[in-house]
């Protein structure tokens, strides 16, 4: 049997020329031929096959005949090179990856002050076409390297535990929390992979108290449990206040008879979250973001020199965070209709809030005052500032690891330039 296009070149000619009661003996002839349900579609391309006419495209009218077949494309030759691409990679990344929205404008103000303090060299075709490139182009150029990026954000790290263990350890929600008790805290990892989740790197252990908000840093190696366990022991010896309840998510590095003895032995309250449900954890969450990421990005870290970077970093950042970075605690939430108010106090440091409790020991409040006096936030600052760039500088000279699987086993090789 002929094919449909077959059967209606050898047709339409004639039903063009037919009066209107042949046209019909034609229309049923085809029908049963060709196997169309629809009478009056049939009808519209016999009447329009091999017709001139014209359509509105992109760049005006355009001439077309109905049933031939379409034109072959040439290929063509692409506008942005690799030359341009690399460029717009380089100013992304100079840019704090914006997006292509933010990015263009960016680029055609900042190319100048690029060029001339010697971050960026380019020849003048590719510059005129950074200068005249659209959002949605730097968005598609820069497709596969915002992927890169991507890949490190949002990664969760956490194995649970054992079944057993974790029955023995009670639950505790998010409503659950006594947020007015000084000394509960909650603990959690970030993990420094830079996107490639194979081989040690470095993590962050990163505890948050509920009332005042104070938050300690502690960078560790690996997230082997006896490098938690050294991490929250050092905290407990430096917060200015007794540690009465600790809570963790469901991973391995936390789900352990070693913390399980540990909190058992200096009297704090052990608890776990629900699995998947990071809302329950969400004071130590939200500090991850504020106080890790922002503040170390999203590079790998996995030499022993960047973990002493990590460590001086952390320590500023604490010391910033706690003494001279005020904060707003959420009072009431309320419902109207579709709409929710929130209300927050005012904004103060944890280290004022301490000073406002009453169930703190003036000897404490003494030292606070005197650690306060004796620092000065503008030094700190530039330290961190200068500590973030030489750890930026090392992480990014390092050649990117490439993972080959052999079996079950990651191997991470160095990749050859």
Not at 171 to 198: I, K, M
């Amino acid at each position: 049997m002929a094919d449909r296009r077959t059967i209606i070149k050898r047709s339409f000619r004639d039903y063009q020329k037919a009066d209107r009661k042949s046209k019909g003996q034609i229309l049923d002839r085809v029908l049963k031929q060709t196997l169309y349900r629809s009478r009056a579609y049939l009808a519209l391309i016999l009447r329009k096959w091999g017709v001139v006419g014209w359509q509105m495209g992109p760049r005006g009218p355009l001439r077309f005949v109905v049933g031939a077949p379409p034109r072959e494309r040439r290929p063509v030759k692409p506008t942005y090179g690799e030359a341009v691409r690399q460029a717009l990679i380089r100013l992304w990344y100079l840019c704090d990856c914006m997006c292509g929205k933010r990015l263009v404008p960016a680029i055609r103000s900042l190319l100048v002050v690029y060029e001339r303090c010697g971050e960026l060299k380019v020849s003048s075709s590719v510059r005129r076409k950074l200068l005249t490139l659209s959002a949605a182009t730097a968005d598609r150029l820069l497709k596969q390297e915002r992927r890169k990026v991507r890949t490190g954000r949002g990664r969760s790290y956490t194995r649970s535990g054992a079944a057993k263990l974790l029955q023995q350890i009670p639950l505790r929600t998010f409503d659950e929390w006594d947020r007015s008790r000084l000394g509960q805290v909650q603990a959690d990892l970030v993990g420094h992979d830079g996107g490639q989740n194979g081989g040690e790197f470095a993590f962050t252990c990163t505890v948050t108290e509920l009332s005042v908000g104070w938050t300690e840093l502690r960078p560790v190696p690996t997230k082997a449990r006896v490098w938690v366990y050294q991490a929250l022991e050092d905290i407990r010896r430096s917060v200015p206040f007794p540690l009465v309840a600790l809570g963790t998510d469901t991973g391995s590095e936390f789900i352990n008879h070693n913390l399980l003895d540990w909190c058992r032995a200096n009297t704090i309250a052990f608890s776990r979250t629900r699995p998947y449900r990071r809302n329950d954890n969400c004071f130590v969450e939200e500090k991850n973001n504020s106080l890790v990421r922002r503040s170390v990005g999203f590079l790998r870290y996995d030499s022993p020199e960047e973990l002493v970077l990590l460590r001086s970093i952390d320590q500023r950042q604490t010391s910033l965070s706690n003494y001279f970075y005020p904060y707003m605690k959420l009072v009431s939430k309320t419902r109207r209709g579709a709409r929710v108010y929130r209300r927050h106090d005012v904004p103060r440091t944890p280290c004022q809030r301490l000073l406002e409790r009453e169930d703190v020991p003036e000897a404490t409040k003494d030292q606070l005052r005197a650690t306060f006096q004796g620092m000065n936030p503008a030094a700190l600052k530039r330290e961190l500032t200068d500590l973030q760039q030489r750890l930026y500088r090392i992480a990014s000279a390092k050649p990117a690891p490439v993972i080959r699987t052999r079996g079950k086993e990651l191997v991470i090789h160095p990749r050859s330039d």
